[in-house]
């Protein structure tokens, strides 16, 4: 078996929510879930939440391609916020555009990114999905509370039905399951992030937001990743979780979301309206993957 040549990637993060970028916008790159996997294993490979391939854009009217994997299974996804902005500084640091302002295609969903005079980037992450078809969610069973005119879904936990959150179900693309907590320091992520995740009311799973609201301009945030598990930082996530408050009545139009990684700002004025998030994105290093032979454990 002929090796493989080595792949040239940056790896960036955005709020430690960390990512290996590659180029494809030259020639297509021809990777398995396999070498997905080991890319993202912090072990085996290089490591990393997601895993983002910027490709040409297939419509006249967009710059740019935007494909993300889950670093932990390899999967195809349809959104990333932060991978957003990294995208952002990618194609400009590696010279694909001189753009301030970028209009990118990803799988069902078209973005617009923003450098910003103080050299974060600004994503106009389009609208919010509420309609359960969409998201996907399939509510079966118990009726929703309704705060403020928006729902609150109950999930029970499968392993202990007794064991019941009640969720607001947004989609940015990405589907999204925000509940409440007094405080994010104390909540129990590890334990109800991944039967939230794997519930069976989201057909295609869910990332898992846990919100704790210090005030209508404040929120601290931790989210347990669909295919990744708790990371630093969500950037989808940050934008269902505020949008989810705005809907509740709990949050002002502009709000400042504190991860564990740092710091986002998240705009929206409503239903009808995109939702806006402005954060880093901080390139860390370039360098070359050489991927195993078949007897690896990746094969
Ligand atoms: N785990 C997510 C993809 C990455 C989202 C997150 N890293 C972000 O910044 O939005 C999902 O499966 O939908």
Redesign the pocket.
């Given at each position: 078996m002929t090796a493989r040549p080595p792949l040239p990637f940056t790896k960036m993060h955005?709020l430690g929510?960390d990512?290996v970028v590659l180029d494809a916008t030259r020639a297509p790159l021809d990777l398995s879930e396999a070498d997905l996997r080991f890319i993202g294993d912090r072990r085996f490979g290089i490591g990393a939440?997601?895993i983002l391939v910027v490709e040409p854009a297939r419509a006249a009217d967009a710059d740019f391609r935007y494909r993300?994997f889950?670093g932990a299974t390899g999967?195809e996804?349809?959104?990333?916020?932060?991978?957003?902005r990294c995208f952002m500084r990618y194609v400009r640091d590696h010279g694909l555009t001189d753009r301030d302002t970028v209009r990118v295609e990803t799988m069902n969903n078209r973005i617009v990114l923003e450098m910003t005079p103080d050299g974060r980037v600004t994503v106009d992450m389009n609208q919010p999905i509420f309609a359960p078809a969409q998201i996907p969610f399939e509510p079966t069973g118990l009726a929703p509370r309704l705060v403020n005119g928006f729902e609150l879904w109950p999930l029970a936990n499968p392993a202990d039905p007794a064991q019941v959150v009640e969720v607001a179900a947004v989609s940015?693309?990405?589907?999204?399951a925000v509940q409440r907590v007094e405080n994010v320091d104390t909540a129990p992520v590890a334990e109800v992030g991944p039967w939230v995740e794997a519930h069976a009311t989201f057909p295609r799973?869910?990332?898992a937001g846990f919100l704790q609201v210090v005030d209508r301009g404040h929120v601290r945030l931790r989210?347990y990743?669909?295919?990744?598990g708790e990371?630093l930082?969500?950037?989808?996530?940050?934008?269902a979780a505020v949008v989810a408050g705005i809907r509740l009545g709990w949050l002002d139009a502009v709000v400042d979301v504190d991860t564990r990684g740092g710091q986002l700002t998240i705009a929206w004025d409503g239903i009808g309206h995109s939702v806006r998030m402005t954060g880093p994105a901080v390139t860390v290093f370039e360098g070359t993957v050489a991927f195993p032979d078949r007897d690896c454990r990746f094969t």
């Open positions: 955005g929510n990512f939440d997601q993300i889950n999967e996804v349809e959104h990333c916020g932060n991978g957003a940015m693309g990405n589907p999204h799973k869910v990332n989210v990743e669909r295919g990744a990371t930082a969500c950037g989808t996530g940050a934008c």
